[in-house]
């Protein structure tokens, strides 16, 4: 695993942060951390990095205990509400950064073009920042964070102040480096975002994890069919019943929820064959947003 918590604690004394964390990241995936504003997300990503020292728990990353030097050289990170001075060219920053990572002049030179075209900036380096889009402000940024080659990279809400174009160019970005086998850990609220492209992720509300797993198997059991019908019966509804014992019917449409999509099969095959006539069956797979808001406002687990 690139990150393995156990009871992973930071907490202040007002009592915020984030508690008891346990989460596991494989390599090469994009993992989504999603939470409301003020949920603990971004100071379980300090902690992670080495930025802050945890409360309690322990936490491996890349293999080692977090703070360890050597895994930390291979970790990138871009933080929230990050800023440049405007007066810097694209260049500048990539060269002062590369300083910072102590590559000699032949190695940043070849990392500071090989970025500039993950990041598509080719052609702009040499722009004054304060000339920048929000969009290009941020993929510098995380141009930035991948001077040194970094397995893991931690993004900090990267699209929350974009428009449309600009979260569709980071999240091109994103799913570049998973292409590369780099692993990305993404930090949201934006969760259409985190629909889109990750492959797991973790609900976090009040500092504690209320779900997590892959993406797919946190929507299982979220499909609602709406069924257009006549001619039906009792019994045919009994049977509809067993599959879901909150099934409505109005006389002439069926509400009904599945927990797997090979029930929708077995669902209009049992109106048919016992008499019911079926024009239109339309499955309705509740998104990420219905899962979280369950989760965060209505206190559900």
Known sequence: MIIETENLSKM???????????????????????????AGKSTFIKTIVGLLFPTSGSAQVLGKPIGDMNARKKIGY????????????????????SSLY????????????????????????????????KGMQQRIGIASALLCD???????????????IGRK???DIMLKLKSMDKTVFLNSHLLSEVEMICDSAAIISKGKIVKQGKINDLLKGNTVLDIHVENINNEILNKLKKI????????KNIKMHVKENNEIHEIASLIISSGGKLYGLTPHRNSLEDLFIKLVEGGQN
């Open 12 to 38: 202040y004394e007002n009592n915020k942060g984030c508690k008891d964390i346990n989460i596991s990241v494989s390599q090469g995936e994009i993992y989504g951390f999603l939470g409301p504003n003020g």
């Open 78 to 97: 871009l933080p929230e509400l990050f800023k440049y001075q405007e007066w810097m060219t694209g260049l500048d920053l990539l060269s002062f950064h």
């Open 102 to 133: 102590k590559l000699n002049k032949k190695t940043s030179s070849a990392k500071i073009e090989e970025v500039l075209e993950i990041v598509n900036l080719k052609g702009a380096e040499k722009n004054k920042i304060g000339t920048y889009s």
């Open 150 to 164: 970094p397995e893991l990279l931690f993004l900090d809400e990267p699209t929350s102040a974009l428009d449309p």
């Open 169 to 171: 160019e980071v999240r």
């Open 244 to 251: 879901d014992k909150h099934v409505t019917f109005d006389g």
